[in-house]
Structure formats: C-alpha cells, structure tokens
C-alpha cells in the first residue's frame, strides 16, 4: 500500500461547481499536512497547511481525520484557473521531516 | 524577490558523466529539499538537509549525493548517471519551524 494515496482523476466539472477531493496516508503518527496545487509543467506550489482543527481560506476548505487517516480538500465555486493537479502532503514514516508527496488530482473547470 | 533558483534548467547529458545541478535560496530556510517527478509516480524526495552540514536520505537517495556547506546552497550530484535518472527534479526550502516548501523551477534533466 501506499504511504499516501489519491485519486488521479481527471475531476471534470463545470465553472461554479463544489467539488472535493480525499487523500488517505498510512502513517498513523504523520504530524504535518498539506495541500499543494502543480499546474502543467510548472513547479508545485503550497495551497494550504491542513490543521487539526480544518481551516478554510476563500472558496478552499482543508479538513484532517486523523481517526480515518485523511485529509480532504473542498473547493467551492470553481473557476476556470483552478485547473491544475492538486498535491497533498504527509510527513513520512521513519522521520517527522520526511516528506511524502500524493501522485496528485487532477481538476478540470470547464466553462 | 525571495526565491529558490536552481540550475541548469534543462540538460541533456550522457551516461556516467558527473554532473552538478545547483539549488540556491535566498530566503535564509534552514530545511532544504530535492525531489525528483516522474509521470504517474508524483514528487519522490530524494535527500533533505535539516541545516548546514545535516542531510538524510529521502525515499529515493541512490545514484545521488548532496552536500550542504552554506545555509543557502544545496547541490544535487550524480556522480555516474544513468538513463533511469531522466526526471524533472526540483528543490525546496521551507521556513523555521514549518515543513511548508517553497520550491524552485525544476530541472529537466535527459541521460542518454
């Protein structure tokens, strides 16, 4: 299995619509989550830390379940340059520095 | 501009011929990064460095080397490449006290 784990997509959806994205990882004792967007050829960029508690910014939502090991990524209102592959993020197992990328989501806003 | 540049951006080079690909930061980050992507297998770390004079292995360390003299260096070496190791390669820093990475352009590197 593993460490961590998403579905590749393609996600096709229409500008305005909510869409959500899973992300599983194995390392129960994973301290650190994040979410990454990488558009086509370019270099990944940080989209959101995921924090126990959740935490939004805008029309993104990152939510955590620790019990269930996985993160979530909601996006609402989709625009047409949110097109792009979405990353998420868990630190490994054997060290808490350790980084442990998702092959990635990919989102496709049509107009 | 903070920033994170590396270098070369593209190179196409043979097999065994030692080659250095370059990471400066200019943002004074402690914790610096390589990985390497490739199709259908995502970002894989290959060495991080915690500080100056500190590295560890990553999930995908053989065939390279690194080193990390200056705070604001960190080199990625193949000392003997071969053709497996055509990859988009990037390096990252990240700020004290966070793992968030702030990644450079990537390299495109081809070993024929």
């Known amino acids: 299995r593993k460490e961590v784990e998403q579905d590749p997509g393609p996600f096709n959806v229409p500008e305005g619509a909510t869409v959500a994205f899973n992300c599983t990882y194995s390392?129960?004792?994973?301290?650190?989550f994040f979410w990454y967007r990488q558009d086509c050829r370019k270099e990944p960029k940080l989209l959101m830390s995921?924090?126990?508690s959740g935490n939004e910014d805008g029309r993104f939502t990152a939510q955590l379940n620790r019990a269930s090991q996985y993160i979530s990524l909601l996006i609402r209102d989709s625009k047409l340059s949110d097109s792009a592959t979405y990353l998420c993020?868990?630190?490994?197992?054997?060290?808490?520095?350790?980084?442990?990328f998702g092959s990635g989501t990919r989102l496709l806003v049509r107009p | 501009e903070a920033q994170v540049t590396q270098n070369p951006r593209y190179l196409i080079t043979v097999t065994g011929k030692k080659l250095t690909v370059t990471c400066s930061q200019n943002?004074?980050?402690?914790?610096m990064s390589w990985y390497r992507q490739d199709p259908g297998l995502g970002l894989r770390q290959i060495y991080y460095?915690?500080?100056?004079?500190?590295?560890d292995k990553g999930d995908v360390p053989e065939g390279y080397k690194v080193s990390r003299k200056e705070k604001r260096n960190f080199p990625l070496i193949l000392e003997s490449p071969s053709p497996n190791q055509t990859s988009l390669y990037f390096c990252?820093?990240?700020?004290?006290?966070?793992?968030?990475?702030?990644f450079g352009p990537g390299t495109r590197l081809t070993v024929l």
């Open positions: 990252a820093s990240s700020p004290p006290g966070t793992l968030e990475q702030f």
């Open positions: 995921v924090y126990s």
């Open positions: 943002m004074n980050h402690e914790y």
């Open positions: 390392n129960s004792a994973s301290q650190s």
């Open positions: 460095s915690m500080n100056v004079e500190v590295t």
């Open positions: 993020v868990v630190t490994g197992m054997d060290s808490s520095y350790k980084l442990i």
